[in-house]
């Protein structure tokens, strides 16, 4: 089944505390890209990758890294986390075809909480 | 500025009925337009693609119809049945390749038995 598969679901941290979100998928695409989504904001792109090894900055980048070693994975990376950082984030994969099949896949996402 | 609006109130309707969900934006020229259902706490799932050259998509009882002159689209459910009832997203694309996407802030639909 075409998936990806984020990690944690749920992750409560304190305020300066390193920490990483996994993301895989299993379909071979080679865009992926991160997420949050905010009570009246939406949903706001944070990084975004087109290949292994290239990375770029969505809407929101500041206190967030990434890195894509290998295509399957993705994660997300809070070096010092803070407050204004608790979200719900998700990763995506993308896909544009000639059939139906196109567009974002999301992971179920990751409800972080900084305190 | 760029800028993408969904009705943000909530829209209430009866079970067999079709529902309308608008989708206004300024700003843009994407090449393409998606939608999107997103359901409480869960990620955003998917639904239709159009391009700038198509008027109207359909799939199963899904619509979409795009019209770039009024800068508009609209989602059609019909024959809506309470399973439909969701927060229904549209996104557009600023680069033209149709990955580097803008969301609106969604419209929440309940449907009534």
């Known amino acids: 089944e075409a998936q990806v598969t984020q990690n944690p679901r749920y992750l409560i941290t304190v305020t300066g505390k390193k920490l990483t979100v996994t993301c895989s998928q299993n379909?071979?695409?080679?865009?992926m890209s991160w997420y949050r989504q905010d009570p009246g904001l939406g949903l706001r792109q944070i990084y975004y990758?087109?290949?292994?090894?290239?990375?770029d900055k969505g809407d929101v980048p500041e206190g967030y890294k990434v890195s894509r070693k290998e295509k399957r994975n993705f994660p997300l990376i809070l070096e010092s986390p803070s407050p204004n950082q608790t979200s719900l984030y998700f990763c995506?994969?993308?896909?544009?075809?000639?059939?139906?099949?196109?567009?974002?896949?999301f992971g179920s996402g990751t409800r972080l909480t900084v305190v | 500025s760029q800028k993408i609006e969904q009705n943000s109130e909530a829209l209430n309707i009866q079970e067999g009925k079709t529902a309308t969900l608008t989708c206004n934006y300024t700003?843009?020229?994407?090449?393409?337009l998606q939608w999107y259902r997103q359901d409480p706490g869960r990620g955003p799932v998917f639904l239709l693609l159009i391009r700038e050259n198509e008027k109207e998509k359909r799939k199963e009882r899904l619509k979409v119809t795009f019209d770039t002159t009024l800068k508009q689209s609209l989602f059609h459910i019909t024959a809506s049945q309470p399973a439909d009832s969701a927060t229904y997203l549209c996104?557009?694309?600023?680069?033209?390749?149709?990955?580097?996407?803008?969301f609106g802030g969604g419209t929440r639909l309940m449907v009534k038995p």
């Open positions: 700003n843009y020229s994407p090449a393409y």
């Open positions: 995506a994969t993308f896909y544009l075809g000639t059939k139906s099949k196109s567009g974002y896949t």
């Open positions: 996104a557009l694309d600023h680069n033209n390749a149709g990955n580097m996407l803008t």
């Open positions: 990758s087109m290949n292994v090894e290239a990375t």
């Open positions: 379909m071979n695409h080679e865009y």
